[in-house]
């Protein structure tokens, strides 16, 4: 991960370039993000693009305690959105706020860039970059595949585990391309699972760390014919450096 280390310090006041006419605060957050104890506010700052769209988009920390400015920098080219957002929660266990940035760019997938920062002792380091989570589910091998009778099979080799659906709400679009009229598969079929998540901070128990809910789409046919999404657990190791999957939570949601 990149470790940006205080990049722009400004006491008092916010940077001069939030001052250009093409600069806009999309979204603000207070919360505990340095570890002072005391509550420090955070700003994505973006140029406007085409209406709604923002570009450039960077996260600005002013510190609780000194009133100093601190401008953290995000990826060149994962650094656009359609109405961004923040979420600040203790993903680390460190007894400290990280901050989630939340940057949908849209699309057929509804694409969305997904940053968290931990900004400890006010020096910037990213624990999650964008497309990070991608190779992780990837690798859980998630399968689709077609059924007869009208059923589903969703698989994953790596966690050895599969849960069947049933499509049959769908008999109208798939008599005749996916299955005949005794619902039996005119040809062996596979659908597919979109590997770049949705992600969402969860937590199950108040005294512990969020976690990262991943969901990915799962497509028959083709992407707008959506069945569901698998769902997994990611938590974040501070030892490892690493999200580990919960092997045991692992389902559909239709």
Request: aromatic content about 14%.
């Amino acid at each position: 991960m990149n470790n940006y280390s205080n990049p722009y310090i400004n006491s008092g006041y916010m940077p001069d370039y939030t001052n250009r006419q093409n600069i806009y605060m999309l979204h603000k957050k207070t919360g505990d993000v340095n570890g002072s104890k005391i509550a420090d506010t955070v700003y994505l700052m973006g140029e406007k693009g085409e209406n709604p769209f923002y570009e450039n988009i960077k996260v600005g920390v002013q510190d609780g305690r000194t009133l100093q400015w601190y401008v953290i920098p995000l990826y060149p080219n994962y650094s656009m959105a359609f109405n961004p957002w923040l979420f600040l929660g203790n993903f680390t266990g460190l007894n400290v706020d990280e901050i989630m940035v939340n940057l949908p760019v849209g699309g057929s997938g509804a694409l969305t860039y997904y940053y968290i920062i931990s900004f400890l002792n006010n020096n910037a380091n990213y624990i999650l970059g964008p497309e990070q989570l991608m190779p992780l589910t990837k690798s859980l091998e998630l399968e689709v595949i077609y059924m007869d009778n009208y059923k589903v099979l969703v698989k994953s080799r790596k966690l050895n585990q599969s849960i069947m659906l049933d499509v049959s709400d769908r008999k109208d679009a798939y008599e005749g391309t996916v299955y005949n009229r005794e619902g039996k598969l005119i040809k062996p079929r596979k659908g597919f699972v979109i590997d770049q998540p949705h992600l969402y901070p969860v937590r199950f128990d108040g005294n512990q760390p969020y976690k990262l809910e991943a969901q990915q789409d799962i497509a028959g046919t083709s992407h707008a014919d959506r069945l569901g999404y698998a769902v997994t657990y990611w938590k974040y190791s501070a030892q490892d450096k690493s999200w580990l999957l919960d092997p045991k939570m692992f389902f559909v949601l239709v």
